[in-house]
């Protein structure tokens, strides 16, 4: 997949006498076996594309009769209120969000170092196990990071916080928030859900460095190239669309991530004001849904709002998806 | 520019396995010389401690003196980065960075060593790729893709690379055995008018080429499969194909063997 080896030379590569390279049909034999196969194949992706497809509508359909009966503008409100019926994401997008650009600001580049000091500095004696330890740390249940997180690293945290508060407390990203202590912020969230993302992102990122051809690699040390530059001539932009895939791997995790969030984020209070401050507490879509709509399951009305939430989320890592697809996209003439 | 290559006494070895045994050899300043031989016989892994890629494969040492000029490649405060720098290399398949334009692969080493200058990186741009016999044919799309170029096109580009950080000696390990018989002899107009600022050195599995392009040749052989390479006989090329003087050496140019 080009996408995350970042190499797709087989696939564009045209036959001997320039016709197009092989696809679909065109290498179709047309007997028993084949045709079997063809078709067990396309079951498997047309059912994918229906569900995906079915979802949605699910989602739009449940969503919309909240959405009427709403007191409160859907894209401005801050508020979260299930009955009356007045609700909007602003609160929640931007909790989700932000934690999610946090925690992919803080693990992409350490992903980024970590692979690469696997795959090319670490002696083979270590870089084996470290990269199986790495791969565990994927396998921990985010219930487990939730626990963790919320008791035990939280009020350690509270003092790093408080530090960053002192220091940057003018600009207002970084505001203090009155009634949120403990270290249980929006801030401490994404360090957390870095975390829980950097296996994923280091384990594809090793890998397509690792795929990085020889001769591209001779080829910078023999003009003379240190070891670093040799990484950063060849290697990185080899592994730039696979590192940028998985970061999207990794940021559909952070976005989508609930009990962990819902563990150690403190919830806001009905009514509190809202800030654009880290350092406050809130809910994403993923733990407001979890936390409350299990009270509203006999209320469609009530229900519908939360699926509403569900389908901004739902939209959320559609466009995100796409941003990365474009990002590849645009530098594929330039990728072999 | 051009320099002087003396080898003393080289043995290389691959962790305990010793690749090539034992070779000494001169090669002459802005001269081709031709190492020809067998698969296996070790005469690219001998062509690579010339600029010291062998050290890149985990466990690649050498023993013995490998001289440019009066500078000892092998000294304790040499760095091999420096001497890559001095001596470039082409490699059997081409490979111009795929993630740059033309521009950018030409200048990538002098970028490398710290040149920023545009009107200076332009400049080179257009001299290494006239050197390469590549300028006419690229002119108009210098910043387009690299890769997007045929083989030959390919290969002359990483000629542009190499010579573009103005080397002392360039290594060419089989340039055209991935090439087409047109773009073969390109490769080969181009290494006689190369040779007139550096000093070649072009390893080859076609014997014509050898005869051809070299001044030089250079015989490498290995008893048995498992056991060390060696230098068999260097002479000039004439005689090397005419009347060389082991008899090793003939079977190998007249066919008998390898």
Redesign the interface.
């Known amino acids: 997949m080009s996408s995350v080896t970042g190499a797709s030379f087989t696939d564009e590569t045209p036959g001997p006498e320039g016709e197009p390279p092989l696809r679909g049909d065109r290498a179709s034999t047309g007997r028993l076996g084949d045709r079997l196969f063809g078709g067990m194949t396309r079951l498997a992706g047309g059912v994918v594309l229906a569900i995906v497809v079915l979802v949605g509508v699910f989602l739009v359909v449940r969503a919309i009769p909240a959405l009427r009966a709403n007191h409160a503008d859907f894209f401005t409100s801050t508020e979260w209120s299930t009955s009356p019926l007045k609700f909007g994401i602003v609160q929640l997008l931007w909790t989700t969000v932000a934690t999610s650009v946090i925690a992919l600001v803080i693990a992409v580049p350490f992903s980024i170092a970590i692979a690469l000091f696997l795959g090319f500095y670490a002696p083979r004696w270590l870089a084996q196990p470290a990269a199986a330890i790495i791969d565990l740390l994927a396998a921990v249940p985010s219930i487990v990071y939730g626990l963790w997180g919320a008791y035990i690293v939280a009020p350690q945290f509270a003092h790093v916080q408080s530090w960053i508060q002192d220091a940057f407390g003018w600009i207002p990203l970084f505001g203090r928030v009155p009634g949120i202590s403990g270290g249980t912020t929006i801030f401490f969230v994404g360090v957390v859900l870095a975390i829980m993302i950097l296996p994923i992102i280091t384990a594809l990122s090793r890998e397509v460095f690792a795929q990085t051809?020889m001769?591209?690699?001779?080829?910078?040390?023999?003009?003379?190239?240190?070891k670093w530059?040799m990484l950063r001539?060849?290697v990185l932009?080899?592994g730039?669309p696979g590192v940028i895939s998985a970061s999207m791997l990794g940021l559909g995790r952070a976005l989508g991530e609930t009990i962990a969030v819902m563990l150690i984020l403190s919830t806001l209070p009905q009514g509190a004001n809202w800030s654009w401050s880290l350092f406050n507490g809130g809910s994403t879509f993923a733990s407001n849904i979890a936390a409350n709509a299990p009270e509203s399951i006999s209320d469609t009305r009530q229900m519908g709002a939360y699926i509403a939430a569900g389908l901004v989320l739902f939209i959320l890592t559609f466009v995100v998806n796409a941003i990365a697809r474009i990002i590849i996209e645009r530098?594929k003439?330039?990728?072999? | 520019m051009g320099k002087r290559i003396d080898v003393k006494d080289l043995n290389v070895f691959y962790g305990d396995f010793m690749a090539v045994e034992g070779v000494s050899m001169t090669v002459e300043p802005r001269s081709v010389t031709a190492f020809i031989g067998p698969s296996g016989c070790g005469k690219s892994t001998f062509l690579r401690t010339l600029?010291r890629?062998h050290e890149?494969t985990p466990g690649g040492r050498v023993e013995g003196k490998v001289m440019l000029d009066d500078e000892d490649l092998y000294a304790e405060s040499v760095d091999p980065?420096?001497v890559?720098?001095t001596v470039?290399?082409v490699?059997q398949?081409p490979?111009?960075?795929?993630?740059?334009?033309i521009r950018d692969n030409v200048i990538?080493?002098l970028k490398?060593?710290g040149v920023r200058n545009k009107k200076v990186l332009d400049q080179k741009v257009e001299e290494s790729l006239v050197g390469a016999n590549l300028w006419n044919e690229v002119k108009d799309r210098l910043n387009?893709?690299g890769?997007?170029l045929s083989g030959g096109q390919q290969q002359r580009l990483?000629i542009a690379?190499?010579i573009a950080?103005e080397p002392q000696v360039l290594l060419m390990d089989e340039p055209c055995s991935a090439l087409d018989p047109i773009s073969t002899l390109a490769i080969e107009d181009l290494v006689t008018k190369l040779k007139e600022q550096f000093t070649i050195v072009i390893v080859t599995h076609n014997m014509q080429q050898a005869a051809r392009v070299s001044d030089k040749t250079a015989f490498f052989n290995l008893e048995a499969t498992g056991k060390p390479g060696n230098l068999i006989e260097m002479d000039d090329t004439q005689q090397i194909f005419n009347n060389p003087s082991k008899k090793a050496t003939e079977d190998y140019i007249s066919g008998r063997f390898g």
Do not use: D
Not at chain 2, 95 to 101: E, G
């Open positions: 051809p001769t591209q690699r001779e080829g910078a040390i023999a003009l003379g190239a240190t530059e001539t060849t932009p080899f730039r530098r003439a330039f990728s072999e | 600029n890629m890149v980065v420096a890559r720098r470039g290399m490699f398949r490979n111009p960075f795929p993630t740059m334009s990538a080493g490398l060593n387009k893709p890769a997007g990483c690379r190499a950080v």
